[in-house]
């Protein structure tokens, strides 16, 4: 609409008239047909109804317009990282569909849309793109015809089936990039997480999003911290005791409290089991509010988008630290430059900036004992609360003042004998975690602008 206005203004009416017709735009640019518009779920997306595919972006001028604010967030690069990746989606409620409709919007090259399930009434309320024409179309399917109209360069294939020991293989099959494990389902949950773990594809655990309505208490961190989510905490447990899975499998869940559990089934209308379509499915419903499973849809999108292009989302950690503990940690490193060095001319910090380095890039812990992975760091707290009575921001690179992106969160041990012999000692003496250290400042760098 942007476009066509500004050809408007420029005296291009017989132009942007061309370009307002359905189909013209592609002819117009690129001398290609565009896709017939999807209609009663018999329209097929991706290759079959468009010559161009999405790994063309840069040089097909429709579909590089239609991506242009995506193309000035990431880059030219990433885009084509993007086109060229391959994104699998399981369970394609109000998480799912909405997740999969940002990642089609955002120029993912080929998805793979699976769920067994058809869309009904009750869930127009929290569905991406269904309407009441596609009552009793299964969700796959669904989202495949209006992806067709969105993006039919996209690859889209719609897996109308249940994931389990006989379709794990067909849903993982071609090495997908990531996996949106959107699932409410416990025991299918689980056994795609496993699957994708022992394939070593990277995968995101998406949590319950029934029953809730605060947006701002989503949260993105390991599922080991999950605990106060009712879904988040039995998957936690199957891994680890029927499983023994002792890695890291990241989880996107709310803190917040249900405000509302499964409604009581009606014994008027017979026994539960007679109406268990899939066994081992709850029949019992939740209540839900359609903006949350939206809200949780486009987080999950968003985590992938950044992972693909290489810019992960650095996400706060969950964990509580009192402020008075901030200040301590800001009045420790100014003490501890001035013993050192005589002055804390070199301090280039404030407690804002503190804060944000404990919470959100060291996580509250010795950065020696995150190296080792979230599992080893959740032995030395107490639940959600951080102690940081033994612990000092140092200058990593002695050369350097204490900014943002020069200073670690260490014990005290650790920092001593650190100021004492030099990062190129620490290095030598400890490489894996001095890697780890390079690689968190560099993202940091990066995150701040500074390279």
Not at 31 to 43: C, F, L
Not at 190 to 211: F, H, P, S, T
Not at 228 to 235: K, M, Q
Request: charged share 25%; net charge negative; hydrophobic share 40%.
């Amino acid at each position: 609409a942007a476009s066509i206005l500004a050809w408007k203004c420029l005296g291009s009416d017989k132009l942007a008239a061309s370009f307002a017709r359905p189909g013209a735009a592609a002819t117009l640019k690129t001398g290609r047909e565009a896709a017939p518009p999807a209609s009663g779920g018999g329209v097929t997306g991706g290759k079959e109804g468009s010559t161009v595919p999405m790994t063309e972006v840069l040089d097909d001028e429709v579909l590089k317009e239609q991506l242009t604010r995506n193309i000035q967030f990431f880059g030219e690069k990433a885009q084509l990282d993007l086109a060229n990746a391959f994104v699998v989606v399981v369970g394609l409620g109000g998480v799912g569909s909405h997740a999969a409709h940002f990642l089609l919007r955002s120029g993912i090259g080929k998805l793979r849309l699976v769920d067994f399930d058809q869309v009904t009434l009750s869930s127009l309320n929290r569905h991406a793109l269904a309407t009441r024409s596609d009552v009793g179309i299964p969700k796959a399917t669904c989202l495949k015809n209006r992806f067709a109209e969105i993006c039919p360069e996209c690859e889209v294939d719609a897996m109308v089936s249940l994931f389990d020991d006989d379709t794990s293989e067909a849903v993982l099959e071609g090495r997908p990039d990531f996996v949106i494990d959107a699932i409410d389902n416990i025991h299918t949950k689980v056994q795609l997480l496993m699957d994708c773990k022992d394939r070593g594809i990277e995968v995101l655990c998406v949590c319950g999003a029934g029953g809730k309505a605060d947006p701002t208490r989503l949260k993105i961190a390991d599922i080991a911290e999950s605990s106060i989510d009712p879904l988040g905490r039995a998957v936690r447990y199957h891994l680890k005791n029927k499983h023994k899975f002792k890695g890291r499998v990241p989880a996107l869940f709310s803190t917040e409290l249900p405000r509302c559990g499964l409604l009581p089934f009606d014994t008027s209308q017979g026994k539960p089991l007679d109406f268990q379509v899939v066994p081992n499915f709850r029949v019992r419903t939740i209540p839900v509010l359609g903006t949350t499973p939206a809200i949780f849809g486009m987080a999950a999108a968003a985590y992938v988008l950044t992972y693909l292009t290489g810019r992960p989302l650095v996400t706060e950690p969950l964990f509580k630290i009192r402020l008075p503990e901030i200040q301590v940690l800001f009045d420790r490193l100014v003490e501890r430059e001035e013993v050192h060095l005589g002055t804390a001319d070199g301090v280039l910090v404030d407690v804002d900036e503190v804060e944000y380095l404990v919470r959100s890039v060291w996580c509250g812990c010795c950065a020696f004992v995150l190296a080792k992975g979230p599992v080893e760091a959740a032995k030395t707290n107490r639940g959600l609360w951080r102690n940081t009575s033994q612990l000092a921001l140092v200058r990593w690179d002695e050369s350097l003042p204490s900014s943002m992106d020069n200073l670690v969160l260490v014990n005290y041990s650790i920092a001593d004998d650190h100021m004492e012999r030099g990062v190129r000692a620490t290095r030598e003496a400890h490489p894996e975690e001095s890697s780890f250290i390079d690689g968190r400042l560099a993202s940091l760098r990066k995150h701040l602008g500074c390279c």
